[in-house]
DNA sequence: ACGAGTTACCTCGCCTGTCAAGGTATTTTC
DNA sequence: GAAAATACCTTGACAGGCGAGGTAACTCGT
């Protein structure tokens, strides 16, 4: 099952940024392995991509830098910065609270 | 800790649908039963609610009715349909899923 | 009798995030 | 030399959440 983008809003900068914490990497290759680790079931939409990615960097999330690799086409670099760690940290909490809250709300109930 | 909008979004209807689960019932008593579950940490717009209400009808998710009870202000009944039951199958389906994959990629990691 | 509070409903218009569509440039492969 | 892959980016439409505003009936204290 593919999970729909309106569940999916909203995590959209706390993926992104735990992602940027395993180092600094370049917008394809960071979308390549969020969908590799989300095992196919997600991936982001490119627009929705850098869009975000001018989201986090205007909110001091990230930053980037133009990589210097002799051939291939450019790569714009990113990494996270410590307002951003601190941002991951607030969204992982967060995300604690939102499965117990769903839980709670949606769960089937025994009798 | 209280919970983006965002991040909610795109769960209004699941939870609405799992609420009526419980037998027939009107919005204000709908969101208080919400916001009881949900420990007060969460709890729908006035706006937010009568819109998913909307939307679920003209989707068949739910169907109203007018209660007669004499004194005080009219309330409006909602009543999950069959079609509303499949949506929420699917929904718990999909939010099960949801765990899995956020966990996956915005979860702590060991070194 | 009357004003405040509560219950209960509803709509309009703004804001924000997603994304289809379209575009550019380089390298690799056949 | 053409097709595919890598890699970047923007524009405009759309949908959901919700602030603000509105209606109406009942209850309670004085």
Known sequence: MSISADI?????????LA????????????????????????GFKEATLYTAFKRLEQNGMIASYWGDEGPGARRRYYA?????????????????ETKKVLDALIGQKEG
């Open 8 to 16: 999916l809003r909203g995590h959209t900068d706390a993926i992104i």
């Open 19 to 42: 992602q940027l914490m395993n180092g600094d990497s370049y917008g394809y290759e960071i979308n390549k392995r969020i969908s590799q680790r989300a095992g196919g079931a997600y």
């Open 80 to 96: 996270i910065t410590q307002a951003g760690m601190a941002q991951l940290a607030a969204d992982r909490q967060e995300w604690t």
